[in-house]
């Protein structure tokens, strides 16, 4: 099942203005009807106003030239819109004389409207996954973890109705996220939400407790925990032989239950003046059998939302198998090989309605964002789908190059929230000069090199890893083999640290500013972007259940 | 554990002055940004050596076509009647990418007051190939000169075929004043 939008593809909005008809003799009368064209939505009412020229009279009646199934009028022409959308006119008539009559067009557009259907289910074999039912925040659930297991993945799938998408916590927005709160494994806590790391998170906590597990996403209504992910966790995988085993136990809960205990004014559940319902959250937990393996196969589905392609296209473009290689050679330095790639068309409204762009602004699940990944079927895939652009009508510029649902994605898990990753195929076809696209990589000339650069880097955020250092400097991913690259150390204060701040390592290896070649880092540089991964980074890519 | 997220913005409040160097090398980098958005007040931060790099980048025909649309959405923020000569120029380029000429329509609905909007971009509404291009106007003025141009968007929603109108669905919508 998945999240259903109901929003009709109907967006016939027509207007037209009818001015009153001529008579003979006498003052001619006119009506005019305001506003001519208004747009509204089902059920929803708009006034209109008439003036009525050539008379003393300004009385007039008021009719739906529809009739009922185009909404319904008052006396003093009130409008009520119908249930369905459509385009539909409404008449004042004179009544000093009935032969004048003006009339507008009224504009009337489905709503937004979604219902959250869930479970998603899993595509993973059946013995792989755990279903814990739905629970409200607080809950604690159990489940147990045998021996040998390689990698736990936890899902929460908001259901309706649903918790709000936000709180807002000292006084700054912050996405309602879902995540445990607490992960025990047989009393001993391996992670808490309201415990933050301090310094680099790779190198805070222990493996056998706190900052083993880390969490840093934003992930409203759809949250999944990935274990390993950490440097801690790898390590203890490897003196074990798979992630902690026995009964492990999981605090149901979302940023608004935290905000709660948090209390106003320091944390408002939404924008405080709306009461919400306590998120409820359908859990499931996906196990893989360990140790985590030397190498693996990942498949790939690319869901052609762009107008650029058809499954036939793609599979013949030379742009697309170019992207295809590269992306290939990226997943390689992981240990990953390139497995089954289809190509999914989207129907054709589907294509038309988003072919200006994905607006990834409204992170609601009748959003843009949402309701695309939300049409990812349950594979054990990555669903990566590919637009003709992103845009966002917010910040310092309207176009971006790829967003993932959240990191890590719900793997196996079609049809949620955030079930894949969105790429933008705007330079797919781009070759700056005609041999830009033959040989080595080139990330400045040839489109397809860089969209494969980018779809590795949402694959490696959907499989568990995040930037190696976020652009503040000062925040890092939590594996230690990957080099960090502090502000403070790095960059002038007051900037953001960019490839070159981070590339130092590679001159100088005494030097503390690494990681700016790395496929995670935040930035892609034509030069210094080689997509290196670590060791580490590769681990935790091959322990995802998606790799088989 | 709740935060908000880092913003750019806020770490980026005492930024020292940069050589007309540095700051190319500075915009060039912001421009690979792959999935975090660079807030408009950091474009603004990086001053006036910053307009001639996006001005630059924007116009080039070498540039990826994502990296020209970042820069002149940028330098709709750094240098607004700059970015408006970039814009038009862009939209009428019919062999300049579409996603460029895209971006050019969404600058102008930033740069220009709703009234300009409308002038500027009623030939785009009315006659701008490929229809993608005409939706993209349609959505602009429905967003930034609704009072203006959502007649004229009505009307041109009526002369598109029916199987283009999911393109103009959220022109529609902010029309109605949904969105």
Not at chain 1, 161 to 175: H, K, M, N
Not at chain 1, 223 to 243: F, W
Not at chain 1, 288 to 308: H, I, M, R, S
Not at chain 1, 391 to 396: I, P, Y
């Amino acid at each position: 099942m998945r999240l259903t939008s109901i929003r009709s593809a109907a967006a016939a909005l027509f207007l037209s203005l009818a001015a009153a008809c001529g008579g003979g003799g006498g003052p001619t009368i006119t009506v005019t009807v305001s506003p001519a064209s208004p747009f509204t939505g089902v059920g929803q009412t708009q006034q209109f106003t008439a003036t009525v020229v050539g008379t003393t009279d300004q009385t007039v009646t008021w009719t739906v030239q529809e009739g009922s199934a185009g909404g319904a009028i008052s006396t003093g022409g009130l409008y009520t819109a119908p249930l369905l959308p459509g385009s539909f006119h409404v008449a004042a008539t004179s009544v000093a004389d009935a032969s004048r009559s003006g009339t507008a067009t009224v504009s009337v557009v489905p709503p937004p409207a979604c219902t959250l259907e869930t479970p998603q289910s899993s595509a993973l074999p059946s013995a792989q996954v755990r279903q814990l039912g739905v629970h409200t925040v607080g809950e604690t659930v159990t489940f147990t973890v045998p021996a040998g297991t390689g990698s736990v993945t936890i899902v929460q799938q908001g259901t309706e109705p649903l918790a709000p998408e936000s709180v807002t916590y000292q006084g700054s927005l912050v996405a309602n996220t879902v995540v445990p709160l607490t992960v025990k494994v047989g009393g001993v806590e391996f992670y808490n939400d309201n415990v933050d790391p301090t310094g680099d998170p790779a190198f805070w906590g222990t493996k056998n407790g706190i900052g083993s597990i880390f969490f840093d996403s934003a992930s409203p209504w759809t949250g999944t925990m990935t274990v390993p992910n950490t440097t801690h966790m790898l390590e203890y995988v490897l003196d074990h032989g798979g992630v902690p085993a026995g009964t492990w136990s999981v605090v149901v809960n979302d940023y608004a239950e935290e905000c709660k205990v948090i209390g106003s004014p320091t944390c408002v559940v939404g924008n405080g003046t709306l009461t919400y319902p306590p998120g409820k959250y359908d859990v499931k937990v996906l196990l893989k059998t360990g140790p985590v393996p030397a190498a693996g196969t990942v498949d790939v589905n690319f869901y052609l939302v762009t107008t650029q392609f058809t499954s036939t296209t793609a599979s013949t473009s030379a742009s697309v198998a170019r992207m295809r290689q590269m992306l290939a050679s990226y997943l390689a330095r992981a240990g990953l090989t390139l497995g089954t790639v289809n190509f999914v068309d989207m129907p054709a409204d589907v294509k038309a309605r988003y072919a200006a762009g994905v607006n990834i602004d409204d992170t609601l699940p009748c959003g843009d964002m949402a309701t695309i990944l939300r049409m990812s079927n349950a594979e054990n895939a990555i669903s990566l789908f590919l637009v003709n652009s992103l845009v966002s009508s917010q910040g310092g510029m309207f176009t971006y190059v790829g967003v993932d649902g959240t990191i890590p994605g719900p793997s196996s898990v079609g049809g949620t929230v955030a079930s894949g990753a969105l790429v933008s195929a705007a330079n797919l076809n781009f070759s700056s000069t005609p041999t830009s696209c033959q040989g080595a990589v080139n990330l400045s000339g040839c489109g397809a090199d860089r969209t494969a650069y980018i779809a590795a880097h949402e694959t490696g955020h959907f499989l568990g890893l995040y930037h190696v250092t976020e652009s503040d400097g000062t925040r890092f991913d939590p594996v230690q083999d990957t080099p960090t690259c502090k502000l403070s150390l790095c960059a002038p204060a007051g900037k953001e640290v960019v490839n070159s701040d981070c590339t130092k390592n590679l001159t100088d290896p005494a030097s503390p500013c690494g990681g700016g070649e790395n496929l995670m880092f935040w930035l892609l540089n034509n030069a210094l972007s080689t997509g290196t991964l670590s060791g580490q980074q590769s681990s935790i890519l091959r322990a995802n259940p998606l790799v088989r | 554990m709740i935060a908000p997220i880092a913003l750019l913005s806020a770490v980026l409040l005492s930024a020292p002055a940069m050589s007309d160097a540095e700051v190319r090398t500075q915009v060039e980098a912001l421009l690979g940004t792959i999935d975090r958005a660079i807030p408009a007040a950091r474009w603004k931060e990086l001053g006036p050596a910053a307009v001639p790099v996006l001005a630059e980048i924007a116009a080039s025909e070498s540039q990826m076509p994502s990296t020209r649309s970042m820069a002149l959405g940028a330098l709709g923020v750094a240098a607004p009647a700059r970015a408006e000569t970039i814009a038009r120029a862009l939209l009428d380029s019919p062999n300049a990418p579409l996603t460029v000429r895209e971006t050019a329509v969404r600058t102008l609905g930033r740069v220009l007051s709703p009234v300009q909007l409308r002038s500027a971009l009623a030939p785009a509404l009315r006659a701008a190939r490929p229809v993608g291009l005409r939706s993209v106007a349609a959505e602009t003025l429905a967003r930034h000169a609704p009072e203006e141009a959502c007649a004229e968007v009505a009307d041109q929603i009526s002369l598109e075929p029916a199987a283009d109108h999911p393109r103009f669905e959220r022109a529609a919508a902010l029309c109605a004043g949904r969105r």
